[in-house]
Nanobody, 124 residues
Framework: QVQLVESGGGLVQAGGSLRLSCAAS????????MGWFRQAPGKQREFVAA????????SYADSVKGRFTISRDNAKNTVYLQMNSLKPEDTAVYAC?????????????????WGQGTQVTVSS
């Protein structure tokens, strides 16, 4: 069973940066794809970014392109989300997810395993 644990959330002023981490254990492999999603109060969960463990190929939501960067450290079994130029509308609970297979899925239902999430709050 895959376990995912996020860390790195917090409170930051608009224009600031945060780096989220997602530590994976229990069976992820190079054939997995990892994703970050976020959910703001009263809104649906939305796709943020995804990456393939093996090749490092990435995909981003239009709303974060040029500001967020997803990366992975295979030796540490950890995926990162570097968030720069943060805006108040980026405020949400951010969760990482894993799915078997190489497809860079952008829909939450396409992921099999989820972390608990970490709160990111951006003040104006």
């Amino acid at each position: 069973q895959v376990q995912l644990v996020e860390s790195g959330g917090g409170l930051v002023q608009a224009g600031g940066s945060l780096r989220l981490s997602c530590a994976a254990s229990g069976g992820t492999s190079s054939s997995y794809a990892m994703g970050w999603f976020r959910q703001a109060p009263g809104k649906q969960r939305e796709f943020v970014a995804a990456i393939r463990w093996s090749l490092g190929t990435t995909s981003y939501a239009d709303s974060v392109k040029g500001r967020f960067t997803i990366s992975r450290d295979n030796a540490k079994n950890t995926v990162y989300l570097q968030m720069n130029s943060l805006k108040p509308e980026d405020t949400a609970v951010y969760a990482c997810a894993a799915r078997s297979g190489y497809y860079l899925a952008t829909k939450a239902y396409e992921y099999n395993f989820w972390g608990q999430g970490t709160q990111v709050t951006v003040s104006s």
